[in-house]
């Protein structure tokens, strides 16, 4: 069975860093792309940076320059380095990862990141 578990959110102040990591299971096809959303309380899921096999990478232009996105390979996992956090990165953040020849989509559950002082 297919997982992705994100971990390292918590609780920082403003201009603190936090390292989230997603980690998939029970894939045995290569992972195409690995995406990491946010969903911030009454606001619809926005896109927050993507990485490919071959370490292409995209990032929002609201973490431009904050954010950085890695991903090994070997591990299945991919990292996402956030400093300069503000209280506006306050959300919950979903890892997504497309598998396969289909694309197959998977979801993480989600990890709770706020920026507060």
């Known amino acids: 069975q297919v997982q992705l578990v994100e971990s390292g959110g918590g609780l920082v102040q403003p201009g603190g860093s936090l390292r989230l990591s997603c980690a998939a299971s029970g894939i045995i096809f290569r992972i195409n792309t690995m995406t990491w959303y946010r969903q911030a309380p009454g606001k619809q899921r926005e896109f927050v940076a993507r990485i490919t096999y071959f370490g292409t990478t995209v990032l929002a232009d609201s973490v431009k320059g904050r954010f950085t996105i890695s991903r090994d390979n070997a591990k299945n996992t991919a990292y996402l380095q956030m400093n300069s956090l503000e209280p506006e990165d306050t959300a919950v953040y979903y890892c997504?990862?497309?598998?396969?020849?289909?694309?197959?989509?998977?979801w993480g559950q989600g990890t709770q990141v706020t920026v507060s002082s």
């Open positions: 997504n990862a497309d598998v396969g020849a289909r694309n197959t989509e998977y």
